[in-house]
């Protein structure tokens, strides 16, 4: 290894300067220049002083978190004030000229803050910093300890560059220059290069993979774009995420900070962040919304940013990244735009607490929140993964309408289609994109595109199947941006499959891929063919001794023969073939002559193998081996036989072995035959990219739809399985806009996660064209009824299929906002659990429109229950009111129900119970999981503490506080009343029933009747009379127009007070609606005090005979809006 060999002594380093570690000091700046000009760098760009500050900064705050032992013992030969981290004191270290220091750091001074690999051999080897990264995260052992350097075999380069980059970490890897042919000289100094940029944005190191026929590169689906952000007003970012090896850059204009956050993680996200410097010198603003859980500054707070001056951001962006990962300025890139609204009504991406909530988590791996993943249930078990990460980023993104109709056409279609789906490999674009680009696309690459194009090819043969998946094509287009017709897709496959075919033998194929697959381990293979031969002379065969070397020469240099049609290397192959048959006569005539000439001797020759003809992989020649023992013994055989001893390739004499003048000229013609065929078959290949390349865009756009017509066929067979439907979908193009006319239908609705045929899975139906407050009990079923409208009002807007009836109906949504009860506090952000809350209710006010999908789960359970109420019920008037959207508010704080807000724009909703089997008593109701009209106020929560296993003892005491906890507020409102009335309050002592006496008493109707008019007269001050009305009665006229507190009675012996100002109207529709069960029903009417006085006793009566233990059910029509707590 020539990097480090001579010595240079130089001065101390510089002082410590604080941080943990030695930052530059002017001393070690001025080092830097130093060493920089002394070893007469051949850099073009020197760093200028804040930016070699900055990047030993970065340096010094990764080797300050190194954790694994034997990396940490390699810190204190670091320089931590040099760029590269190697200390040029050290014994062993050159910084002359052409040593492979200076060439290391001239990389790093265009490179400042990426490891750099360099290639030395049969190894990529790091120095400094990069050594200590690659010890620590590689899980690679230091390279000796004299100085810090570590390396990782020539084979393991993916995996080491796959372990760095998993951590954030961006790689240059360097080559040596390839060799002008030559064998038999010592090699000469090497010339490097950067052949390659490898961050996590582009993981995947492609060079020279042209010649590696047999490594079919691995590319991850989802390598994180690159971002860049700008902020061009307080709220109003540009972020723009290139996709480095598609060559796409895609640009969202002016989204409020929760959409950018979501924008820059939902992808992965991976640094730097490139940021332009109207964000970077903008200071970030206090207490925005949590609503997504994040927020751009906290998402990239800890992450290295690069600035990006100028305008237009998005150009200056792709400048700087391209200069950034060496792509060289001939890489052009598409832009487009992409943004919430606009001319496409393309709705705005998914917050990530909404995608959350639905079970979309980001990773496949399932969601983080506990809610079943979503996607895994649209695809069979088993589906591709590349399938699923289709679905959660279409999902995460809904298309405009009209790609929504596009799909469910298609997917109307499939589901009529009497044939199978072709074979359609999946080859992931970015692989098709960067290996044509790179020219470096080999033959694996080359056979899977031509499969993945055929594949394609013959949906468009069969009329069917082409009916039925070219809708699909305008999601392939809003993927890539483009958009083809039927005749340009033929057109394309058909052309590129020309191209392929011209040029790669395919007809072998798998016999070659076996061939190449069992060569793999090279070298590996000389003392096993040693002892084929062995095994064949022991057996008498009449294999000859020279065939087992000769085959092993011929696979290891004639790979690449078959790899490329034989017109294509005409030439080359007949120079090959010349030249090798020189090489077998000369094995067969001379070597094989004089192996025959030793004869062995009876008794062997002791602790020898025999004399035999091998191959000798590490010099790629054929020669005796094993004879020296023979040769004395039979003297002159080497003369006799014109035997030389060969010299290896470099330039050394081999005493061990023998073969003849023409051999070794042979071979050498051999060998060089084979160099160029191997550089013909890499220049057919590489020429056949180039041809390829004008084609990228259509190939790229070809291999989004095999993506998806797979999936969405896939999906097809899924939701039949499943019993899901296509529900109707208005794209509201009709001029239908904002919440006159649009209403929600969605008929037989189940949770996605269950099982339609499961007894256990209770199905739903509702009709909402304002937005609905919804209230039910504990375990009711109001989160799930969320998440289920959500999920499926969603799927239906993207086209597909979803767990609903097909009569359904869902109108366009601009957006789908889900604030989930799960909000917890965000210490890292320094909000509170309730500051999360009011940021995320700010956040839903802002960004709701007429057009959106709210769903609010128990907003303000985090403060004290009244003032939540009232933040609660003004978001909840704001949102129904001014926003007008349609969606659900879920809330257990009932007081939201007492509060006058506006409702014309709320409907009422609530979870029903029914009466449980138990044994009756005060807990005696379940839930049903049923959503009807109306509101309900049981809480069933010494119910479910009950089932959860919280101890008798306590549930008991806790029901008995609770009794207690209602007679006091009982009294207080009595207070209360007595306030309203002039009377003096607080002075009259309210008789309430001990305990026992409750029990004994007989809770009759008439009991009933006479607790509501005994309140009715305490609030008034005077006698009230209670009025029964029997059924099909009609109140007297005297009556109406006042507002009045009733009590009725239903069959199953439980109770209902409310309180009206129409109570004909009302005894009308509870006779209609109760039907049969409506067995008594009195009223009291309150001429003084109107509906307050009316809202206090209902209350008042609600307690009272909730704590005498009538059976009360808190539940009331549509037009009913007053209640009170069981
Ligand atoms: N449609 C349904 N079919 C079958 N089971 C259901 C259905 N809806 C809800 N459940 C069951 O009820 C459980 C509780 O539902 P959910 O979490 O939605 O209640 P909730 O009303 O939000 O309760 P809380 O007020 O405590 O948050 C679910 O986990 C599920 O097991
Ligand atoms: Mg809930």
Redesign the pocket.
């Given at each position: 290894m020539g990097l480090l060999h001579r010595r240079r002594r130089r001065g101390s380093a510089g002082p410590l300067l604080g941080l943990g570690y030695r930052a530059p000091s002017a001393r070690g700046y001025a080092r830097y220049f130093n060493d920089a000009a002394a070893a007469g760098s051949s850099s073009q760009q020197v760093l200028d002083y804040d930016q070699a500050v900055e990047s030993l900064r970065y340096w010094n705050d990764l080797i300050n978190k190194i954790d694994r032992p034997t990396a940490r013992m390699m810190l204190s030969k670091i320089d931590r004030e040099n760029l590269t981290g190697v200390d040029t004191k050290l014994k062993g270290v050159s910084t002359s000229k052409n040593s492979l220091y200076q060439f290391l750091f001239d990389v790093k001074v265009n490179h400042p803050t990426k490891v750099v690999l360099v290639r030395v051999g049969e190894f990529y080897e790091t120095w400094g910093f990069d050594a200590v990264l690659l010890v620590e995260h590689c899980g690679l052992n230091p390279m000796g300890y004299r100085l810090p350097r570590a390396g990782c075999p020539r084979v393991n380069i993916q995996r080491t560059l796959d372990d760095l980059t998993a951590k954030g970490l961006r790689c240059v890897v360097c080559e040596e220059a390839p060799m002008p042919y030559s064998y038999g000289a010592r090699s000469k100094r090497k010339t490097r290069f950067v052949a390659q940029v490898v961050t996590p944005h582009s993981p995947v190191y492609v060079y020279n993979l042209s010649g590696n026929h047999a490594l079919s590169p691995d590319f991850n689906f989802q390598a994180p774009p690159v971002v860049g952000i700008e902020q061009r007003k307080p709220d109003a970012f540009t972020v723009s995420l290139m996709d480095v090896d598609l060559r796409q850059v895609t640009t969202y204009y002016d989204v409020n900070e929760e959409i950018a956050a979501h924008i820059v993680s939902n992808q992965g996200f991976s640094p730097p962040v490139y940021c332009h410097e109207s964000y970077l010198d903008r200071a970030g603003p206090n207490g925005s919304s949590g609503l997504q859980g994040q927020r751009v500054r906290s998402i990239i707070q800890d992450s290295q940013k690069v600035r990006v001056k100028g305008s237009p951001f998005s150009e200056k962006f792709v400048e700087i990244v391209r200069k950034d990962l060496d792509l060289g300025p001939d890489a052009s890139f598409t832009q487009s735009s992409a943004g919430g609204g606009g001319e496409s009504r393309r709705p705005l991406p998914l917050y990530s607490m909404t995608a959350r909530s639905i079970g979309l988590a980001d990773r496949a791996s399932g969601s983080p929140s506990g809610t079943p993943s979503l996607v895994a249930s649209l695809l069979p078990k088993g589906a591709p993964a590349p399938c699923k990460h289709f679905f959660t980023r279409y999902l995460m993104h809904p298309p405009p309408p009209g790609v929504a109709g596009s799909v469910q056409r298609s997917l109307r279609r499939i589901a009529g289609v009497s044939e199978p789906l072709p074979l359609l490999p999946l080859l992931p674009a970015h692989k098709i994109a960067k290996m044509i680009h790179s020219r470096e696309a080999n033959h694996s690459v080359y056979v899977d595109l031509l499969a993945m194009l055929r594949g394609v090819r013959s949906i468009f043969e069969s009329k069917a199947l082409e009916e039925a998946l070219y809708p699909l094509t305008a999601v392939a287009a809003l993927s890539t941006g483009r958009r083809f017709k039927t005749s340009e897709i033929r057109d394309a496959c058909d052309d590129v499959i020309a191209e392929i075919e011209g040029v790669v033998n395919t007809a072998e194929y798998e016999e070659l891929m076996g061939a190449l697959a069992e060569d793999e381990g090279e070298g590996a293979g000389e003392e096993a063919d040693d002892d084929a031969i062995a095994v064949a002379a022991a057996a008498g065969s009449r294999a000859r001794p020279g065939d087992q070397a000769l085959e092993s020469l011929l696979r290891s240099n004639e790979k690449s023969a078959r790899v490329v049609l034989g017109s294509c290397i005409a030439g080359e192959l007949e120079m090959l073939d010349a030249a090798r048959a020189r090489v077998m006569a000369a094995v067969r005539d001379q070597l094989e002559l004089a192996l025959k000439a030793l004869s062995c001797p009876e008794e062997g020759w002791p602790g020898r193998s025999a004399p035999r003809i091998s191959y000798d992989a590490v010099n790629n020649s054929v020669s005796v081996r094993g004879a020296q023992g023979a040769a004395k013994s039979r003297k002159g055989w080497a003369d006799d036989f014109g035997l030389i001893n060969p010299r290896d390739r470099n330039g050394s004499k081999l005493a061990d072995r023998f073969s003849t003048e023409e051999l070794e000229d042979a071979l050498n013609d051999y060998r060089l035959r084979c160099h160029e065929l191997d550089l013909a078959v890499k220049g057919a290949l590489k020429a056949l990219a180039s041809r390829i390349q004008p084609f990228v865009t259509q190939v790229v756009y070809l291999s989004h739809l095999a993506l998806v017509s797979k999936t969405f066929w896939l999906h097809a067979t899924e939701a039949g399985r499943r019993g899901w439907s296509l529900p109707e979908i208005d794209s509201g193009e009709g001029g239908e806009k904002g919440q006159e006319g649009r209403t929600l239908v969605l008929d037989s609705f189940?949770?996605f996660w269950?099982d339609k045929s499961s007894p256990?899975?209770?199905?739903?139906s509702l009709s909402m064209s304002k937005l609905v407050l919804l209230t039910?009990?504990?375990?009711?079923?109001?989160?799930?009824?969320?998440r289920?409208v959500c999920s499926a009002s969603l799927l239906a807007n993207c086209g597909l299929h979803a767990p609903c009836a097909p009569t359904s109906r869902v109108p366009y949504f601009d957006a789908y906002i889900l604030r989930s009860?799960e909000s917890a506090d965000n210490p890292a952000d320094g909000l509170s659990t309730f500051a999360v809350e009011m940021s995320d209710a700010r956040a839903i006010v802002r960004d709701a429109s007429a057009d959106s999908l709210v769903f609010v789960?128990?907003l303000c359970k985090g403060t004290e229950a009244k003032a939540g109420a009232c933040i609660a019920a003004a978001t909840l008037e704001r949102l129904a009111s001014h926003n007008g959207c349609l969606g659900l508010f879920?809330t257990?704080l009932h007081d939201i129900l007492e509060l006058p807000i506006e409702r014309s724009a709320l409907e009422l909703m609530r979870?029903e119970t029914e009466p449980g089997d138990g044994e009756g008593g005060k807990w005696r109701r379940r839930?049903t999981?049923k959503i009807g009209h109306g509101v309900c106020t049981e809480s069933l929560a010494f119910q479910?503490a009950e089932k959860y296993g919280v101890p008798d003892e306590i549930v008991q005491r806790a029901y008995a506080l609770s009794l207690g906890l209602e007679q006091a507020n009982a009294r207080s409102t009595e207070v209360e009343a007595a306030k309203i009335n002039g009377t003096a309050g607080g002075q009259e002592e309210v008789v309430e029933p001990s305990e026992e006496e409750e029990q004994e008493e007989v809770l009759s109707f008439d009991r009933g009747v006479q607790v509501l008019a005994g309140l009715a007269s305490e609030a008034l001050g005077e006698d009230a009379e209670a009025i029964r009305l029997q059924r099909g009665a009609h109140p007297p006229p005297s009556a109406i127009g006042y507002s009045c507190v009733y009590v009725y009675r239903l069959s199953d012996d439980t109770y209902y007070v409310g309180e009206t100002d129409n109570i004909a109207q009302r005894f009308s529709a509870h006779q209609s609606t109760r039907k049969s069960g409506l067995t008594d029903f009195a009223f009291v009417k309150l001429p003084k005090g109107g509906k307050s006085v009316g809202r206090l006793v209902e209350t008042q009566a609600i307690r009272r005979m909730a704590g005498m233990g009538f059976d009360l059910i808190s539940e009331a029509d549509g037009m009913h809006s007053n209640f009170g707590v069981r």
């Open positions: 189940w949770p269950m256990d899975t209770v199905e739903n039910g009990p504990n375990m009711a079923g109001k989160s799930t009824v969320i289920s009860a789960d128990e879920a257990h979870m839930a999981w479910v």
